[in-house]
């Protein structure tokens, strides 16, 4: 079994966090979902292997003010501090852990994940997930996933990933979600390749 929290310690350590596949300048898809799930500022927002991702930037520019950024790799969550500069890092809660292996301490009305669930090919680990996701959200929060799509990569960052489409990946969290939107999108990374992902937004019954 792969040791996740070395793998990705050592991809973001080998890498600059605009030369990974899964980059994005402006996460327009997360912002557009989110920005409809929490219209109060207040919201308490957690986004679940946020790493070096900017969302975080994103969300602070637009004055959201309980945001909490949790990832396996310390590296990551260590370039994100670093970009947004001491003062804007502590304005947010962060998080280093394995999610299948974590206990939240308290809930969210938006969970946001782009490309974790994803990578939990086995059913233990999935139902790990959703586990925590339960913990995390009570009746009502939204949850708002980006996976890959059924016709989208097999595998990324030198490992295999489960594919979705909103109805299988609904399927999989089971009847405690209900789906309300969806999308596609089509994302370009720094390497001039195209991968298909599929967004979707469910509300927490």
Not at 97 to 114: K, L
Not at 126 to 139: E, V
Request: hydrophobic share 45%.
């Amino acid at each position: 079994m792969i040791d996740r929290q070395k793998h990705w310690n050592d991809t973001y350590s080998a890498k600059a966090e605009d030369q990974v596949s899964w980059f994005q300048v402006k996460p327009e898809g997360s912002l557009k979902l989110i920005a409809a799930a929490a219209r109060d500022h207040t919201a308490p927002i957690i986004d679940i292997g946020g790493g070096a991702s900017r969302l975080a930037d994103n969300l602070l520019a637009r004055g959201y003010r309980d945001l909490t950024v949790l990832d396996i790799a310390e590296t990551a969550l260590a370039k994100t501090k670093a970009r947004l500069g001491a003062v804007q890092a502590q304005r947010l809660s962060w998080i280093i852990a394995d999610v299948t292996e974590w206990q939240p301490q308290r809930q969210w009305q938006v969970w946001h994940d782009r490309a974790v669930f994803h990578f939990l090919t086995e059913p233990a680990a999935q139902d790990a997930y959703i586990a925590a996701l339960k913990r995390g959200t009570a009746a009502g929060a939204s949850v708002i996933m980006a996976t890959f799509a059924l016709d989208g990569p097999e595998r990324c960052s030198g490992l295999p990933v489960q594919r979705y489409s909103p109805a299988t990946l609904a399927a999989r969290l089971g009847a405690d979600f209900a789906l309300y939107a969806q999308g596609d999108e089509s994302h370009a990374t720094p390497f001039g390749t195209i991968q298909q992902f599929q967004y979707a937004a469910f509300r927490r019954n």
